[in-house]
């Protein structure tokens, strides 16, 4: 019993085994595989307590005298609030500018005005559209959702308003038409305990949350990481960080392999099991319903419109709490292959780890992000020596859509240093300690691009960004194009001609080889400023 009444949490590990792959020992759920790949998603929840939420409906639990006496208690309080207070009480709602919790700390500063949706009474539905951005929705009250036809219902017997209804597709670029219209449109509607329409009828509930639902959807351009973090981890930050893990998200678009990877950020926003809201046809029942999510812009935080004024550098300690435990995994495992390669050799014991130099004695660590395709560093051996020669540790990391993103963290959050030229990949500087330098390669004709979706950003999380724009001499076009062309001499003036034209010149066909003799000035630069930063911090204790 005492189990039972302790709060429930739960730890998502997402473990992913293909055909042939040993798996590991470890109490899982399997799901079934899907398609002729044979490809299975594991999910392990650790559990710490008894439980909170996702509760079948008919569930009893017998309650102690002191139980009694407490639930007592609450309900007088909970009455004496909702007389003084029936709009806010309980409320999760938020506005534009991060709800009524953050309009409320924004007002404190003296700044910002409560927006639409602000405060949701019970019983109601409202919809903030005034974003250019993502719409997003909000339903306080009995909401069930029911899949079949793509609607959450609230539940209601206030008649005048029964066909009250709002529809929204909970993607989070609204003003882009032909993603948009990818994205499955979901009904937030009205209906009436019992309604004759067989279409509007309440169902009955089959399985209880008292915590809200956050509807979001992971189709549009995911598949590529900067999309993936930009559309979709950060504006869940931003919408669901303030509840603590109270929520249960649920997905629209759901792909089993973006719950693989990022299994462990999500298991940081919510506690429980996510829900597939196409293919779950349970009626899950929900006392508030936020459907889409708050965007602030280009891989950024705003804590100015977020509850308790959180920021970027709150999402970074977020990516550190969820990838630790992976990380101290991956460590034991390689600590754990040495010592059987030892053995194999014969090894009586394992020879002596060197002494530990003190951080301010070591080398700094650069990671050059190699591509591969298009935009390909076509010299990378030689920098890399060169950045060997100027005094890094220099390290080259080739990530593709089957490195697993913790392994990527872990070597990007211990280094000092970043190289990478623009590309989707840039989105991990998001895992680099700020202080830390990011050089970005920045191609013919994208300068725009490589500084709002990457430079500003970094710089906002406290990096020391470098733009290394590079002569044309330094692009392959150089070698496809003569000398004054316009592609060479005026990329602003071909993107005017339209994005397909931007994309198939400076994208897709374009690679660099870099002036050593001009590089090696940014990175003596870097290592000046890191060597710097190594003597203001006073020496960690060993």
């Given at each position: 019993?005492?189990?039972?009444?302790?709060?429930?949490?739960?730890?998502?590990?997402?473990?992913?085994?293909?055909?042939?792959?040993?798996?590991?020992?470890?109490?899982?759920?399997?799901?079934?595989?899907?398609?002729?790949?044979?490809?299975?998603?594991?999910?392990?929840?650790?559990?710490?307590?008894?439980?909170?939420?996702?509760?079948?409906?008919?569930?009893?639990?017998?309650?102690?005298?002191?139980?009694?006496?407490?639930?007592?208690?609450?309900?007088?309080?909970?009455?004496?609030?909702?007389?003084?207070?029936?709009?806010?009480?309980?409320?999760?709602?938020?506005?534009?500018?991060?709800?009524?919790?953050?309009?409320?700390?924004?007002?404190?500063?003296?700044?910002?005005?409560?927006?639409?949706?602000?405060?949701?009474?019970?019983?109601?539905?409202?919809?903030?559209?005034?974003?250019?951005?993502?719409?997003?929705?909000?339903?306080?009250?009995?909401?069930?959702?029911?899949?079949?036809?793509?609607?959450?219902?609230?539940?209601?017997?206030?008649?005048?308003?029964?066909?009250?209804?709002?529809?929204?597709?909970?993607?989070?670029?609204?003003?882009?038409?032909?993603?948009?219209?990818?994205?499955?449109?979901?009904?937030?509607?009205?209906?009436?305990?019992?309604?004759?329409?067989?279409?509007?009828?309440?169902?009955?509930?089959?399985?209880?949350?008292?915590?809200?639902?956050?509807?979001?959807?992971?189709?549009?351009?995911?598949?590529?990481?900067?999309?993936?973090?930009?559309?979709?981890?950060?504006?869940?930050?931003?919408?669901?960080?303030?509840?603590?893990?109270?929520?249960?998200?649920?997905?629209?678009?759901?792909?089993?392999?973006?719950?693989?990877?990022?299994?462990?950020?999500?298991?940081?926003?919510?506690?429980?099991?996510?829900?597939?809201?196409?293919?779950?046809?349970?009626?899950?029942?929900?006392?508030?319903?936020?459907?889409?999510?708050?965007?602030?812009?280009?891989?950024?935080?705003?804590?100015?419109?977020?509850?308790?004024?959180?920021?970027?550098?709150?999402?970074?300690?977020?990516?550190?709490?969820?990838?630790?435990?992976?990380?101290?995994?991956?460590?034991?495992?390689?600590?754990?292959?040495?010592?059987?390669?030892?053995?194999?050799?014969?090894?009586?014991?394992?020879?002596?780890?060197?002494?530990?130099?003190?951080?301010?004695?070591?080398?700094?660590?650069?990671?050059?992000?190699?591509?591969?395709?298009?935009?390909?560093?076509?010299?990378?051996?030689?920098?890399?020596?060169?950045?060997?020669?100027?005094?890094?540790?220099?390290?080259?990391?080739?990530?593709?859509?089957?490195?697993?993103?913790?392994?990527?963290?872990?070597?990007?959050?211990?280094?000092?240093?970043?190289?990478?030229?623009?590309?989707?990949?840039?989105?991990?500087?998001?895992?680099?300690?700020?202080?830390?330098?990011?050089?970005?390669?920045?191609?013919?004709?994208?300068?725009?691009?490589?500084?709002?979706?990457?430079?500003?950003?970094?710089?906002?999380?406290?990096?020391?960004?470098?733009?290394?724009?590079?002569?044309?001499?330094?692009?392959?076009?150089?070698?496809?194009?003569?000398?004054?062309?316009?592609?060479?001499?005026?990329?602003?003036?071909?993107?005017?001609?339209?994005?397909?034209?931007?994309?198939?010149?400076?994208?897709?066909?374009?690679?660099?080889?870099?002036?050593?003799?001009?590089?090696?000035?940014?990175?003596?630069?870097?290592?000046?400023?890191?060597?710097?930063?190594?003597r203001r911090r006073p020496r960690a204790p060993e």
């Amino acid at each position: 019993m005492v189990q039972q009444q302790q709060q429930q949490q739960h730890r998502i590990y997402i473990l992913q085994f293909r055909k042939g792959e040993p798996e590991q020992e470890v109490a899982c759920k399997v799901s079934q595989p899907k398609g002729a790949a044979g490809r299975r998603v594991m999910y392990y929840y650790q559990d710490y307590g008894g439980g909170k939420s996702g509760k079948p409906a008919q569930s009893t639990r017998a309650l102690s005298l002191r139980r009694v006496l407490a639930m007592l208690f609450f309900s007088f309080l909970c009455v004496g609030t909702l007389l003084v207070a029936p709009v806010s009480f309980l409320s999760f709602v938020h506005t534009d500018d991060g709800g009524a919790e953050a309009a409320a700390a924004t007002a404190a500063r003296g700044g910002g005005v409560p927006g639409p949706c602000s405060a949701v009474s019970n019983d109601s539905l409202c919809c903030d559209r005034t974003s250019e951005r993502a719409d997003i929705c909000f339903a306080r009250g009995d909401l069930r959702m029911h899949s079949a036809s793509s609607s959450f219902l609230l539940v209601s017997g206030n008649n005048s308003t029964a066909a009250e209804e709002e529809r929204i597709r909970p993607y989070t670029r609204k003003w882009e038409a032909n993603v948009m219209a990818t994205i499955d449109e979901v009904r937030l509607r009205r209906v009436s305990p019992s309604s004759g329409d067989a279409g509007a009828a309440a169902p009955k509930c089959d399985v209880r949350h008292d915590v809200p639902a956050l509807l979001f959807s992971t189709g549009g351009y995911t598949g590529n990481v900067y999309h993936e973090f930009n559309d979709g981890i950060l504006p869940l930050f931003v919408t669901a960080g303030h509840l603590r893990r109270g929520v249960v998200l649920v997905i629209l678009e759901y792909h089993d392999w973006w719950i693989t990877k990022y299994g462990d950020v999500v298991s940081q926003l919510s506690e429980f099991p996510p829900v597939d809201f196409t293919a779950d046809r349970r009626v899950h029942c929900f006392p508030e319903v936020i459907a889409g999510l708050r965007i602030h812009g280009e891989l950024t935080v705003d804590p100015a419109k977020t509850p308790g004024g959180r920021g970027i550098a709150d999402f970074r300690r977020l990516l550190d709490d969820a990838y630790r435990g992976r990380i101290d995994f991956l460590d034991r495992l390689e600590r754990r292959a040495a010592r059987k390669h030892h053995r194999r050799r014969g090894a009586a014991v394992l020879p002596r780890a060197p002494p530990r130099r003190a951080s301010s004695d070591r080398l700094p660590r650069l990671v050059i992000v190699s591509r591969t395709g298009s935009r390909v560093i076509e010299n990378e051996a030689e920098v890399a020596a060169m950045a060997a020669d100027v005094g890094f540790d220099v390290r080259v990391i080739r990530p593709d859509r089957t490195t697993e993103l913790c392994k990527i963290y872990k070597e990007l959050n211990a280094s000092d240093a970043m190289v990478g030229v623009h590309g989707a990949a840039m989105t991990h500087f998001l895992f680099m300690r700020p202080g830390k330098v990011f050089i970005q390669v920045v191609p013919l004709g994208t300068d725009w691009a490589a500084g709002a979706y990457y430079g500003e950003p970094a710089a906002r999380l406290g990096l020391r960004y470098v733009g290394y724009k590079i002569l044309p001499e330094e692009s392959s076009l150089s070698r496809e194009y003569p000398t004054g062309d316009p592609v060479l001499t005026d990329p602003a003036g071909v993107a005017q001609r339209g994005w397909d034209v931007t994309k198939k010149v400076y994208l897709d066909r374009q690679n660099v080889r870099l002036d050593l003799a001009r590089f090696r000035e940014e990175l003596v630069r870097a290592h000046q400023y890191l060597a710097a930063g190594r003597r203001r911090r006073p020496r960690a204790p060993e």
